[in-house]
C-alpha cells in the first residue's frame, strides 16, 4: 500500500517561561499511514497526541524529525489533509450551507458550483432540510455534521481528527461514528483519529496506535483491529473479539493511564509552552 503520511523520530520541545525548564511533549516518535488506513491514536490526556496531529498538519514544525505526505518532504501547512478540530469551528454569522461553501470560496470556486457542491454534501449528512439553519439554531450532532461537510467538501486525501465527538452525548456519538464510517468507507480517505476513548478507537479504526504518558510521550504499542466491516459501531461492541481486543489494548494503556493520573495529582504542573524551540 501506498504511504499517506509518515512521522519520523519527531520530538516537540518547547520553551519554558518564566524561569521553567523546557518541556518536551512528544520525543522521537515514528508513524506511518499508508492510503486508506484508518489510524487511531490513544493515549492518556496531555500525552501530546493533538501535539502529533498539529504536526501532522503542518501547523507546528518539530523541534526534531521529519514528516512526509506522500513520499513529499512537509514544508508549511499540510494542504492534503482536512482537519476537524475538538472545538466548534463554524462561523456564526453564516448559515449551514454557507459554511461549508467557504473553503470552495476561498479557493476560488464559482458561488453557484459551490452552492451546489455545499447542498450535495448537506444531504450526504443528513442536514439538507436545515441547510439555511445559523450554528445556534443547531444541535451539537448537526453542528459536528456541517464541519464534517465543511471539511470533506475540499476532498482531502488525509483526514486529520482531534476528539470531534467528546462533546457530544453517548447516543448522538453513536450515531456520528456511524456517520463517519459511512462516508470513510466511500472513498477510503487516509484518518488519524485522536481520541482518549479506547471503545471509539477500536470501533473505527483499523488499527490502534497507544503512546505513553507525558511528558516526553513515545509510541509504546500498535494493535491491528481485524473486526469485519461494515461495522455498526454499537453492535461491534458486543462481539467477543472486541472484548478481547479491548482486553488486550488496555493491558497496555492501563499503567499509562495511571501514571498521568498520578502526575496531576502529586507533581506541579509546568506552565503552558510558549515559544517552540527549532
Known sequence: MKRALRLDGVTCTFAGRGGNADYTAVAHVSLEVTEGEFVCVVGPTGCGKSTLLNVAAGLLAPSRGGVSVFGENLRGINTRAGYLF?????????????????????????AQEARSRAADWLRRVGLAAHAHKYPHELSGGMRKRVALAQTLIL????????????????????LMENELLNLWAQDRKSVVFVTHDLEEAIS??????????????????????DLPRPRDVAEIRLTPRFVELHKLIWQALRDEVKKAYANTTTSPQPSPPEVERV
Open 155 to 174: 476532498d482531502p486525501k488525509i483526514l486529520l481528527m482531534d476528539e470531534p465527538f467528546s462533546a457530544l452525548d453517548v447516543q448522538t456519538r453513536s
Open 86 to 110: 475538538q472545538s466548534e469551528a463554524l462561523m456564526p454569522w453564516r448559515t449551514a450551507l454557507q459554511n461549508v461553501t467557504a473553503g470552495l470560496e476561498f479557493r476560488g470556486i464559482a
Open 204 to 225: 473505527l479504526s483499523d488499527r490502534v496506535v497507544v503512546m505513553s504518558a507525558g511528558p516526553a510521550s513515545r509510541l509504546i504499542g500498535e494493535f491491528a483491529i
